[in-house]
């Protein structure tokens, strides 16, 4: 078992920056890649970015690409996102998830894939 609780939401104007973490307790964090998904007012979980369990491979939706981060510190059994050029439809919940699969290059955006979930952080934008 693995328990997720992230951190660091709020509010931000457009243009402003956030960094969101995500603490991890319970079975040792470098087992498993973590991902971000964020879930927008009315819509559907998306995903946001996912990192490899050494932090050697990254990925992220192409709608954040260039603006957010990822980053983990595995002797902090913690995972990060950076979030700079907020912009209005950033708004929304979001996740940190940690996913038990040794490879994440197939599915790492893939919900489903994923074994633990955190509750969530709200994130808003003001325009």
């Known amino acids: 078992q693995v328990q997720l609780v992230e951190s660091g939401g709020g509010l931000v104007q457009a243009g402003g920056s956030l960094r969101l973490s995500c603490a991890a307790s319970?079975?040792?964090?470098?087992?498993?890649?973590m991902g971000w998904f964020r879930q927008p007012p009315g819509k559907e979980r998306e995903f946001v970015a996912a990192?490899?369990?050494?932090?050697?491979?990254?990925y992220y939706a192409d709608s954040v690409k260039g603006r957010f981060t990822i980053s983990r510190d595995n002797t902090k059994n913690t995972v990060y996102l950076q979030m700079n050029s907020l912009k209005s439809e950033d708004t929304a919940v979001y996740y940190c998830?940690?996913?038990?699969?040794?490879?994440?290059?197939?599915?790492?955006?893939?919900?489903?894939?994923?074994?633990?979930w955190g509750q969530g952080t709200q994130v808003t934008v003001s325009s």
């Open positions: 998830a940690a996913d038990a699969r040794l490879y994440i290059s197939d599915g790492y955006s893939r919900e489903k894939e994923y074994d633990y």
């Open positions: 319970g079975r040792p964090f470098s087992y498993y890649a």
């Open positions: 990192i490899s369990r050494s932090g050697g491979s990254i």
